[in-house]
């Protein structure tokens, strides 16, 4: 049984000691030669009685001691029990919240991985589309190039010059808007490439902190690989708390997520700017094509009135011809009567003396070399006016036949150069990338 017995200092008891003071003692000068060192047997009681109490008291303490000892080491033993008990608590729950927040890290890392690659798409179709302006570019200013080499009077700035113009400058436009935008893209892609690199490195972080708190948690008090480490009972200056460690992995996630969203509005944004930018070129193509549409049967029209004219005119060259002739076989035919009046009045001239009379038959006979005069200046004149007419009349055929000429040009550069080369103009799909 355990002592009840309070443990505290017993009072020492005091002794009387004898000493030898005279003669009549065991130390006095009788028995000085036969033993000086000897104790009294009150001496030998009294420190037999003080041994006694020592080793009571002694016993006492330890006993105590004991259990105290006992006391503490069960204390000790639940209290240890119980803080490891908590600190493996703790550690769960803290692998927990670590797992959580790695959770939302990998999440994070996959959704920005997913989002990254269909911006990587979408900058493959901005490449493509780009890639497919230049053929409409080309088409524009060969068109441009090809119409330069109308002849006059053919060469004017019509509607389908205007439309070509039009069509250039959208091009280059959109070539621009689609190359800014690429710069966007590289550097959206590029911010998410690195928000899932830290991302990563914040998960990689936790991932090893968690094996390192498993294997924590692991340990008890029969594992094998335990050791003292004295000094590492202390906090590193450099450790975060609880709160800048959930911050930390917040803000990381919120900078992740943010860039993530501004990644998706700029997908919308790129297939907003496809979209767009491949049914304007497809209706400005459209536009051209109905210009060179209505360009062609406008000269169509102008080439088959000039054809028209033209056959008019070889009809009236042939009659002025004919009728050239007929003048100039009108004026030769009254050569005849005309020789021979004036011969019938030279020969009357030479009538003898009063024979040479004015007579009614010299009156007509005058009369009628004036009328065959005049007969021939007025066939002269209409002959002369016949054959400027007939010049005329060739003038205004080579004139036909040059526009006509000139507008055959002008239909084969709109339609066998610019038209059929227009035919290799790319489709929607081309132009909105996806081809």
């Known amino acids: 049984m355990a002592q009840t017995v309070p443990a505290c200092q017993l009072p020492r008891k005091l002794y009387d000691v004898a000493r030898n003071t005279g003669a009549h003692t065991s ?54 029990q119980r803080t490891q008990q908590d600190s493996t608590k703790k550690v769960g729950e803290r692998l927990k919240d670590m797992h959580c927040w790695k959770l939302e890290l990998q999440r994070q890392v996959e959704e920005l991985v997913a989002e990254t690659d269909l911006l990587l798409a979408q900058k493959q179709r901005l490449e493509r589309t780009l890639d497919a302006t230049a053929v409409p570019f080309s088409i524009a200013t060969d068109n441009l190039q090809c119409r330069e080499r109308r002849q006059h009077p053919d060469l004017v700035r019509d509607c389908v010059e205007m439309e070509l113009l039009k069509e250039a400058d959208l ?35 936790k991932v090893e902190a968690c094996n390192i708190d498993e294997a924590c948690c692991r340990y008890h008090n029969q594992s094998s690989d335990l050791q003292f480490y004295p000094h590492s009972a202390k906090f590193e200056e450099s450790a975060s708390t609880p709160e800048t460690w959930a911050k930390f992995t917040q803000e990381n996630l919120y900078r992740a997520e943010r860039e993530r969203l501004a990644s998706v509005n700029l997908r919308k944004l790129v297939d907003c700017i496809l979209q767009d930018a491949s049914e304007d070129l497809r209706l400005q193509c459209d536009a051209v094509n109905l210009a060179f549409g209505r360009r062609c049967e406008e000269l169509e029209g102008a080439r088959h009135k000039l054809e028209h004219y033209l056959r008019e005119t070889l009809r009236e060259i042939v009659n002025q011809e004919h009728n050239v002739a007929a003048l ?55 002959l002369l006016e016949a054959e400027q007419s007939l010049r005329n009349l060739e003038d205004t055929r080579m004139s036909l036949e040059k526009d006509i000429a000139v507008k055959m040009n002008s239909l084969f550069i709109d339609r066998q150069k610019c038209m059929a080369h227009r035919t290799r103009y790319p489709t929607v799909l081309q132009l909105a990338g996806y081809q």
Request: hydrophobic share 35%.
């Open 27 to 80: 130390s006095g000068l009788a028995t000085a030669g036969f033993r000086t060192a000897k104790y009294l047997v009150d001496e030998w009681f009294q420190n037999c009685y003080a041994r006694y109490h020592q080793a009571f008291a002694d016993l006492d303490q330890s006993e105590q001691q004991h259990h105290e000892s006992r006391q503490l080491v069960a204390e000790t033993e639940a209290l240890a």
């Open 171 to 205: 091009i280059r436009n959109i070539q621009e808007l689609l190359k800014r935008t690429m710069m966007q893209v590289v550097n959206q892609i590029r911010m998410n490439h690195e928000h899932k690199e830290t991302c990563e490195m914040d998960w990689s972080d």
């Open 328 to 382: 100039k076989q009108a004026i030769r035919d009254k050569e005849a009567p005309l020789k021979v009046a004036q011969t019938r009045l030279y020969q009357r001239s030479h009538r003898p003396n009063v024979e040479l009379c004015r007579d009614a038959v010299q009156f007509r006979l005058v009369s009628e070399v004036e009328e065959l005069n005049l007969s021939l200046a007025a066939l002269r004149e209409k």
